[in-house]
């Protein structure tokens, strides 16, 4: 098993900006995808974005493109999730997991997940 630890939400104000990251147990994963998610109370876990870690290729939600972005810092095994324009609609636990495939959006790939970041974006 691998274990992922979120970090960076906070409780912002509509139109903050956000840096979220996320740090692996120490293992490498060259050959995963990594994906961030959301869930809020009472919905479904939602797929915002990934990247490949060896060939940095992403996949974003379309709902996610424009505000938020993605990427990976190989050396520090490191994935981030940068936000902006944050809105109270984005209010939601931020998870960070990893997938045995290339690149999927899909929640049932990804095999190991991370406790979870809370982000609370108030009017």
């Known amino acids: 098993q691998v274990q992922l630890v979120e970090s960076g939400g906070g409780l912002v104000q509509a139109g903050a900006s956000l840096r979220l990251s996320c740090v692996p147990s120490g293992r490498t994963f060259t050959s995963y995808s990594m994906g961030w998610f959301r869930q809020a109370p009472g919905k479904e876990r939602e797929f915002i974005a990934a990247?490949?870690?060896?060939?940095?290729?992403?996949l974003y939600a379309d709902s996610m493109k424009g505000r938020f972005a993605i990427s990976r810092d190989n050396g520090k095994n490191t994935l981030y999730l940068q936000m902006n324009s944050l809105k109270p609609e984005d209010t939601a636990v931020y998870y960070c997991?990893?997938?045995?495939?290339?690149?999927?959006?899909?929640?049932?790939?990804?095999?190991?997940w991370g406790q979870g970041t809370q982000v609370t974006v108030s009017s």
């Open positions: 997991a990893a997938a045995q495939a290339r690149l999927t959006r899909t929640l049932g790939a990804y095999d190991f």
């Open positions: 990247i490949t870690w060896s060939g940095g290729l992403i």
